[in-house]
């Protein structure tokens, strides 16, 4: 019987997909952005202060019996002049520490902002993959109900969408319904530009050798469409979805600024930007301030990040 060699043991091991990526030109490109290392660290932070809000906020601030009604206008770090308790941040005029209800406040709005462009993205995908892979009436239908929706301002889109599906909503559930309202409003009014950049990407790709095997060996359309195209046109969807998320926060915080938004059960960002609002002549700025700032870094941030992605992507600058 014939003994075989043992393998040397100095032979490389394979590389782990951990170490693949680190290796990537993707994360080299990332590395050498400080914006998007910034950028990157202030998003992850918010978003883990807003799930981990229970957890970190002083207290619960929608929790009436946690309030104190003496302790309102506090100003930020001093002293309360009948209570003595001090908060960060500050209170409002119901005394809830503006801290504790600007981290419940980015939960709403990051979760709308989410769901409005997960919601908008499946639709326009969807719509482009359709317009662009079977054309004729279906692309002349889709593309010009695209276009009629673009020569009016997405806000208002959402406004009235927002309006008409609250109307039809009964009495009893619209406060338990206006988030799942308000995301379907965004959404509605930011599925164009996934659509129009799906479909001129599917025109370009169903007329490749790939698409043309699909049909050979019986392939069905929709099953096409799914597994052979739909990869390959991913790449400008996430560039899109990500700058869109700092629209669709922006635009949730502009509807509850205007009182059609998250109902003040649940208020988010923009409520408690309009609450403050109607404080800031009166002295009482930070009520104002804080949650302000933490919009614009938050949206800031977010679009930062998506310029970057969109650079990173794009292979004319690499």
Do not use: C
């Not at 032979?11 to 290392?37: E, G, T």
């Not at 520490?97 to 902002?113: C, E, K, N």
């Not at 699909?214 to 096409?224: S, Y």
């Amino acid at each position: 019987m014939t003994d075989h060699p043992a393998p040397p043991k100095d032979l490389p091991k394979d590389p782990s997909r951990l170490r693949i990526a680190l290796q990537s030109d993707f994360f080299y490109s990332f590395r050498r952005s400080p914006v998007a290392v910034v950028s990157a660290v202030i998003v992850l932070t918010m978003v883990l202060a807003a799930l981990f809000a229970p957890l970190i906020a002083p207290t619960n601030p929608f929790d009436p019996a946690s309030l104190n009604l003496m302790n309102g206008f506090t100003p930020p770090s001093t002293p309360n002049a009948f209570t003595g308790d001090s908060f960060v941040l500050g209170t409002d005029d119901q005394g809830r520490d503006v801290l504790s209800t600007i981290l419940y406040g980015m939960r709403i709005s990051l979760f709308v902002g989410l769901a409005a462009v997960l919601f908008a993205m499946v639709l326009g995908i969807s719509l482009g993959l359709l317009s662009g892979y079977a054309g004729g009436w279906t692309d002349t239908v889709i593309m010009r109900a695209a276009d009629v929706q673009l020569t009016f301002p997405s806000i208002l889109v959402a406004m009235l969408i927002f309006g008409v599906a609250k109307g039809v909503t009964p009495v009893e559930y619209r406060d338990q319904m206006a988030i799942w309202v308000l995301i379907v409003a965004i959404g509605l009014s930011d599925w164009v530009q996934f659509a129009r950049v799906v479909r001129g990407a599917t025109l370009v790709e169903k007329n490749k050798d790939y698409v043309a095997a699909a049909r050979l060996i019986g392939r069905r359309p929709g099953a096409i469409m799914m597994r052979h195209i739909l990869p390959n046109v991913l790449s400008p969807v996430l560039v899109i979805a990500t700058i869109s998320l700092a629209l669709a926060i922006i635009a949730e915080a502009t509807l509850s600024f205007l009182g059609v938004g998250a109902p003040p059960t649940q208020p988010s960002l923009g409520t408690l930007i309009r609450i403050g609002q109607g404080f800031l002549f009166s002295g009482e700025w930070w009520i104002l301030f804080f949650p302000a700032i933490t919009l614009l870094t938050l949206a800031l941030s977010v679009n930062l990040l998506g310029d970057w992605l969109r650079d990173a992507l794009n292979p004319r600058l690499r």
